[in-house]
């Protein structure tokens, strides 16, 4: 998971001399050295999962929808969703200090339209009940049509107005997971 967060926009200013403005609704621009960035959908302090088969999903406006209408639901720990956990860095630290109350807060997954499971948020805890061997996670399952809703996307933006689609993906920010 990614979150630019008030400390990243500092730590980009100090590092690279970038300069980090939100543009409402949920968009903001980085101009630094390396030149100007787009990033539409996603606001500083909400929290994006990024792959190769999805783009990049905000997050935190998954949780804000989840919280307006849904109940989470009971899954099996299956290979699908531990796989899916896999391609998050776990740190172990976050692993030995998770309460139970954490460890019971559900998780976010999307199945897309070939059936593919993507966890996107709570690799931690579905790695906490896995390795206390307990067989199910609370969660939320979203419908491939989430995917598009919640898209978060970066630009790189040149001097005449136009822009391209660009990978920030550990280019300015580093990832973390909750």
Not at 69 to 89: C, H, K, M
Not at 136 to 148: H, K, M, P
Request: aromatic share 8%; hydrophobic share 40%; with cysteine.
């Amino acid at each position: 998971m990614v979150r630019l967060d008030k400390a990243t926009a500092i730590r980009m200013v100090e590092e690279f001399g970038a300069k980090v403005t939100e543009v409402p609704p949920r968009s903001y621009i980085i101009e630094g050295p390396a030149g100007r960035f787009l990033w539409e959908g996603a606001a500083i302090n909400d929290e994006v999962f990024s792959h190769a088969a999805l783009g990049t999903l905000n997050v935190t406006k998954a949780h804000e929808l989840i919280r307006k209408t849904a109940v989470p639901d009971e899954f099996p720990i299956n290979e699908q969703l531990l796989n899916s956990a896999r391609l998050t860095d776990l740190d172990p630290d976050t692993l030995k200090t998770m309460t139970k109350d954490r460890i019971d807060e559900p998780v976010i997954f999307v199945v897309d339209q070939k059936g593919f499971c993507y966890l996107i948020d709570g690799a931690h805890r579905l790695e906490a009940r896995r390795r206390k061997k307990l067989p199910t996670v609370r969660g939320f399952r979203l419908r491939s049509e989430a995917i598009d809703h919640l898209q978060a996307r970066v630009w790189k933006l040149a001097p005449d107005g136009s822009r391209t689609p660009f990978d920030i993906n550990g280019y300015v920010l580093e990832g973390t997971d909750g």
